[in-house]
Antibody, heavy 123, light 105 residues
Framework: EVHLEESGGGLVEPGRSLRLSCTGS????????MHWVRQAPGKGLQWVSG????????VYADSVQGRFTISRDNSKNSLFLEMNNVEEEDTAFYYC????????????????WGQGTLVTVSS | SYDLTQPPSVSVSPGQTASITCSGD??????ISWYQHKPGQSPVMVIY???KRPSGIPERFSGSNSANTATLTISGTQALDEGDYYC????????FGGGTRLTVL
């Protein structure tokens, strides 16, 4: 059974940094693209970033481009999101999601999701 | 930017058919996925590539996509189907619809 578990959320001040992690199990981690998707309080789902199976390709939403960095360590079945210069608008539950394929250029679909980790940006 | 439009809410009686629409320019040329999201739980993919059901998703969930509209259809709707439903596509970036709250009453 596929299991994704996020960690690293918490309270952070505007302008500071935070690193989220996600560990996957129950599947061959390095065969699949991985993503971060967030949901702000009372709002809908918003895709944040994705990374291909080899880390060759990374993609970002315009709202986080230049501030967030996605990465992965396939040897540890782990996905990361480095969040720099955070803004109050970044307050949300952050979900780690597994794609159905290995790339992020053709199509993107979120087959499995973690439980999420809450990031609150406030002074 | 590319927009996907969903009705904010849909109501259905138990046992009846619920239809949730998702509209966008030339949407039929893109692959659509649908996700169910219940409060306090993580989202679940119920349809991908317009019409395919992931393993474990009941047959009462089906999807279609043509021209400018994709539709998620739930036949014989049950109380446990209540929740928020989101459509999603890939344009120059990943796009989600605004979500539809399905109420079974």
């Amino acid at each position: 059974e596929v299991h994704l578990e996020e960690s690293g959320g918490g309270l952070v001040e505007p302008g500071r940094s935070l690193r989220l992690s996600c560990t996957g199990s129950g599947f061959t981690f390095d065969n699949f693209a991985m993503h971060w998707v967030r949901q702000a309080p009372g709002k809908g789902l918003q895709w944040v970033s994705g990374i291909s199976w080899t880390s060759a390709t990374t993609v970002y939403a315009d709202s986080v481009q230049g501030r967030f960095t996605i990465s992965r360590d396939n040897s540890k079945n782990s996905l990361f999101l480095e969040m720099n210069n955070v803004e109050e608008e970044d307050t949300a539950f952050y979900y780690c999601a597994k794609d159905t394929g290995g790339t992020v250029e053709t199509w993107i679909q979120f087959e499995n999701w973690g439980q999420g980790t809450l990031v609150t940006v406030s002074s | 930017s590319y927009d996907l439009t969903q009705p904010p809410s849909v109501s259905v009686s138990p046992g009846q058919t619920a239809s949730i629409t998702c509209s966008g320019d030339n949407l039929g040329e893109k692959y659509i996925s649908w996700y169910q999201h219940k409060p306090g739980q993580s989202p679940v993919m119920v349809i991908y590539q317009d019409t395919k059901r992931p393993s474990g998703i009941p047959e009462r969930f089906s999807g279609s996509n043509s021209a400018n509209t994709a539709t998620l259809t739930i036949s014989g709707t049950q109380a446990l189907d209540e929740g928020d439903y989101y459509c999603q596509a890939l344009d120059t970036t990943v796009v989600f619809g605004g979500g539809t709250r399905l109420t079974v009453l």
